[in-house]
């Protein structure tokens, strides 16, 4: 069905990134099969529904691949602009008895790129469809998984054929080189870049670092520098896609250090051009802050002894208490945190009244747009790690109404632009006395400067890599990015679909299920007991919300009709209130939530003092028999409970006054953690995650 011609803009993006990562297609799932290891989804009779086994560790059956694909048809395609999908798109090889090869790997990728394509077609626009779909790698959609090595390859040329519709003309050198290229989703103003993170993977053992030159991490980034200068000169913003996201705290990583190092690095520089970054793989929903103050540049170097790392790789597939104790480190770090200058929270502004604050002599708010900072998204996935997600992002186009639009416009680019960006991919091979001229054409050539400084008397740390170049930042005279203040192609906020397969599956079975809500939309979300959960965890294979429970009888009722619905939306989540997706949102989302219970005082990472009071942070008493509603209240006049007047009820002993105090819970952090795993986590054990 074509799409009407006189198409705009429609604000809205629905980003596979975020909303369909991490897919999975299984073409040897079995409904009613065992969720057992040893089985998979694959054998035996159990409790794996017909639209898949929510919470467990099997892959998504293609009923729940075609259903999905289906909703989007009825519901949201014609209010797209464009998609992001960042991979994983065929099974995990976790069945010994049915080992992956290399033909079901690529055949699963060409189903999921014809349902793009079907569900995209317009024969009357010169792509053959009426928007772009981004795509890039996951780690599972390469064998063996997690190694991809450096291009050209055949990997790289299978790609290449099956996403032959999605990648421009002009753009297919460089993918086939290395596996990234950008579209111009929006003709001269927004480009979507998708990264090759596979070869910023520290588990891939087919490659090395980002700092050795002769490494593809190293020639991405020096390709991606280029890129993004190019958008800056151009006046074009851009989004940064890919698989496995730079996920990195005090103990665990999933990038190598220097490929985090240049990455951070390439946000600050690029800070008027980036508008976020977006990310799957880990299956958890939740965002990463990355701090330039943790910048090294020592690091990049070539030399093998500065690059031994001190944290751990974080796991492939995190369970829910791996991903909790992940999750608290971030948190630690967001304890660190200072609410932004521009929050009722700073010093200074509304909230100060309520807020005491300890400062240095001197010292000055700074940094109002939080450009110290940068964020990545990272959203949960279709395969039903917990319950199926999409997620649709919502950013401005004031200004845009009547932008040209990628189906109009899909054509190659200037051949002299063209040409200057082959100049740089053909870096690679030059030898140390010809990249002074190859670093001209990028207008990276060292100056000489006739006010010469004498140097400080400290030697700053300095790569030892001589081609190694400090992208350069935004002139002093650029006003703050999207990313960071709210403009045309900012951010604005998302809305979070889910599928509730425990209703839509309409399963019954033998055992008595007292721990199960009753089968009703509503209450079908989160039953996964703590017990199970670690249970799982330490087998290391998870078997879903119903264990292997086996069915009531052969003939199983049919599954209810399949559809998404909202699960929360950032334009009016009464906990998070967030007014949009720029940095400084997230800083002071991360600066609630980092605000532990235990503590009268936080110390920031300038050394302040930060107090803070309960009431404004938003400490909820929690007991045990504590209504769920009642825990997300908003904060803000919602409760029911109010302070007593004074004078009354002096000295007086309440009923059961023997009874122990209620514990404290950051709802903020309830709130985050509830998200993270799509509501499936039960609710009393999620406020012992939660607990401080």
């Keep these: ?113 014809s349902k793009f394509f079907d569900l995209l077609a317009d024969d009357t626009a010169s792509t053959g469809m009426t928007v772009p779909v981004i795509p890039t790698f996951g780690n599972n959609d390469i064998l063996p998984h997690n190694i991809l090595l450096p291009g050209p390859n055949k990997w790289l040329q299978y790609y290449t054929e099956i996403w032959r519709r999605f990648i421009p003309e002009e753009q297919r050198h460089s993918f086939e080189f290395g596996g990234w290229f950008y579209v111009e989703v929006i003709p001269k103003h927004l480009a979507v870049f998708s990264l090759n993170t596979l070869y910023f993977f520290d588990r891939n053992a087919g490659v090395d670092d980002c700092a050795n030159p002769s490494e593809p991490g190293y020639k991405q980034f020096e390709w991606l520098r280029v890129q993004l200068q190019f958008m800056r000169e151009r006046g074009m913003k851009a989004i940064l896609m890919g698989h496995v996201p730079p996920a990195r705290t005090d103990s665990k990583q999933l990038w190598d250090e220097t490929c985090w190092q240049k990455y951070t690095l390439w946000l600050q520089q690029y800070r008027d051009v980036i508008v976020s970054g977006l990310f799957g793989h880990m299956n958890i929903d939740h965002f990463m802050i990355q701090d330039t103050k943790h910048i090294d540049l020592s690091l990049l170097s070539d030399a093998p002894e500065h690059k ?53 002599k001197g010292k000055k708010p700074k940094d109002p747009w939080g450009e110290r900072f940068s964020l990545s998204l990272v959203g949960p996935s279709i395969v039903p790690t917990y319950f199926p997600t999409l997620r649709v992002f919502e950013y401005n186009i004031t200004g845009l109404e009547n932008a040209a639009l990628w189906r109009d416009s899909f054509k190659p680019v200037d051949a002299t632009a063209h040409e200057d960006v082959q100049k740089h991919l053909d870096l690679r091979g030059l030898k140390d006395e010809d990249w002074e001229e190859a670093q001209s054409v990028s207008g990276n050539a060292k100056k000489k400067d006739p006010k010469h400084k004498k140097p400080s008397k400290k030697k700053p740390s300095k790569p030892k890599d001589p081609q190694f170049v400090v992208p350069e930042p935004p002139s002093k005279s650029s006003p703050p990015g999207p ?79 399949f559809h998404f619905e909202v699960e929360y939306s950032t334009f009016d989540d009464k906990i998070f209130k967030l007014n949009d997706l720029t940095v400084n949102s997230f800083v002071e989302l991360a600066y609630k939530m980092g605000q532990s219970t235990k503590k009268s005082s936080a110390k920031a990472i300038d050394g302040t003092e930060v107090y803070a009071e309960e009431e404004d942070i938003g400490f909820d008493d929690l007991d045990d028999e504590d209504e769920y509603d009642d825990e997300f209240e908003a904060e803000n006049g919602d409760k029911d409970d109010k302070k007593p007047k004074k004078g009354k009820g002096k000295g007086k002993k309440k009923k059961g006054g023997n009874k122990k105090k209620p514990k404290k819970v950051n709802k903020y952090w309830l709130h985050f953690l509830d998200h993270a795993f799509v509501g499936t986590v039960d609710k009393k054990d999620l406020k012992k995650f939660a607990k401080d």
């Design 1 to 113: 069905m074509p799409f009407p011609l006189s198409r705009h803009l429609v604000y809205r993006q629905l980003t596979l990134s975020n909303v369909f990562p991490d897919l999975h297609p299984d073409p040897f799932y079995k409904a009613h099969s065992s969720t057992d290891e040893q089985d998979a989804c694959h054998r035996g009779t159990g409790s794996a529904g017909y639209y898949g086994s929510e919470v467990s560790d099997c892959d998504s059956p293609y009923s729940l691949v075609n259903a999905t694909f289906d909703w989007i048809a009825k519901n949201l395609r014609d209010d797209i602009d464009f998609v992001i999908w960042t991979g994983d798109s065929a099974r995990h090889d976790s069945d010994e008895k049915i080992p992956r090869n290399q033909d079901q790997v690529l055949n699963s990728n060409r189903y999921v790129a």
């Design 308 to 360: 031994v790392s001190i944290r751990e790789h974080l796991s492939d597939e995190l369970s829910v208490e791996s991903a909790t104790d992940y999750l608290h480190e971030l948190r630690e770090g967001w304890s660190k945190l200072q609410p932004p200058s521009t929050s009722p929270e700073a010093p200074g502004n509304a909230g100060e009244d309520k807020r005491r604050k300890k400062k240095k």
């Design 483 to 561: 990313a960071y203040s709210a403009q045309p192609l900012t951010l604005m906020g998302y809305t979070q679909w889910f599928a509730n397969l425990t209703f839509i599956n309409n399963l019954t079975f033998e055992v008595p299920t007292s721990v199960l809500p009753s089968m009703t939309e509503e209450e079908g979300k989160g039953n996964i007991s703590i017990l199970e959960t670690i249970a799982d965890w330490l087998l290391g294979w998870r078997k879903g919300k119903q264990g292997n429970k086996k069915p009531n009888n052969p003939h199983q009722p049919q599954p209810r009709e």
